[in-house]
């Protein structure tokens, strides 16, 4: 159903490229949906890494002001003619979440009905704002290494977003991980059914020592030379080492590297969307949340997120 009433919305913008400092609050009309358009007030908006990463690379002038923010979850207040959301139906007053979205740090945003979901009822909003951009992409791992049951694998920074997300679903399809991560966080590793070990000097030898078995695959969250370095020595087969974060080291190292703006990539964490959420829906897959922040202070939260240890997904609500 259409709605064609005037709204405005708040929403962060990177008015220059840059650090944190080019961002900016401002008000901003929100069009009403078009076909194949909806238009959600949004209840959270999820916050990742690559929300500031991408302007701090920064791009063309033109582009600018840039919006910022990938995921949401919210409730449709308004839905464009002859016009379904990717789960199917839709209404105004269903709760419902969106990836790959642009400018989700808003109060209300009209996007693409084709990423649009259903919210399964059981998962709260900042849960599932921040689904899956971590979820599509630590699928995304597991696949392009071919984990399989029964495999041993090691995860590099097993206890941030994306390695926790991997943890799960390496779980489910009958892996056993070994995860790398400081010993405050060893307890959220054991959590979700990994074996802890810290990393640094001698790390090699403490993953040698849990796995004598061998390693089969090892999937990089963090990007550091550690990370790459052990995980050429202790996987043969390059095919089976994927880094999300050390892009030099995988073109001169020849190991995998994907990235949500690679074609690729996109397409498959597109197609996996549906079952990710059918996971979270049946309580397989969780977000493990360290807080929520108001919508006006999304400085403050990406400062956090910026120190690397924010101990778990955040959230803005506006």
């Known amino acids: 159903m259409a709605d064609n009433a005037r709204r405005t919305a708040q929403h962060w913008v990177a008015t220059d490229y840059g650090d944190l400092d080019v961002l900016r609050l401002q008000e901003t009309d929100v069009p009403a949906p078009a076909e194949g358009q909806v238009s959600i007030e949004v209840r959270a908006a999820g916050m990742n890494p690559a929300d500031y990463k991408h302007i701090a690379r920064g791009g063309e002038r033109d582009a600018l002001p840039v919006p910022i923010g990938y995921e949401i979850a919210g409730v449709i207040s308004a839905m464009g003619p002859d016009t379904r959301i990717a789960s199917g139906a839709g209404a105004v007053g269903d709760e419902v979440l969106a990836f790959r979205v642009s400018g989700g740090y808003a109060s209300s945003i009209t996007v693409p009905a084709r990423d649009v979901f259903a919210k399964p009822a059981g998962l709260g909003f900042p849960e599932a704002a921040n689904l899956l951009l971590a979820g599509s992409t630590a699928a995304e791992m597991l696949h392009v290494t071919g984990v399989a049951k029964g495999d041993t694998i090691l995860v590099h920074g097993a206890s941030g977003a994306v390695g926790v997300s991997v943890l799960q679903q390496a779980a489910l399809i009958g892996a056993r991980v070994i995860g790398t991560s400081g010993e405050g966080r060893f307890d959220t590793v054991r959590r979700f059914g990994a074996v802890p070990v810290l990393y640094g000097e001698e790390l090699e030898q403490r993953v040698r020592e849990e796995a004598p078995e061998g390693v089969a695959a090892a999937l990089d969250c963090v990007g550091t030379d550690e990370a790459v370095d052990v995980s050429l020595t202790l996987v043969e087969d390059r095919a089976r080492i994927v880094t999300i974060a050390a892009f030099a080291r995988a073109e001169n190292d020849g190991i995998r590297v994907i990235g949500g703006t690679m074609p690729q990539s996109a397409a498959y ?41 924010p101990g778990g997904k955040l959230a803005l609500l506006p």
């Not at 397989?284 to 910026?306: F, Q, R």
């Open 269 to 309: 964490r597109d197609g996996i969307r549906a079952h990710l959420i059918q996971l979270a829906g049946d309580g397989d897959l969780v977000v493990p949340m360290a807080g929520t922040y108001p919508l006006g202070d999304a400085l403050d939260a990406l400062e956090l997120l910026k120190s690397g240890h």
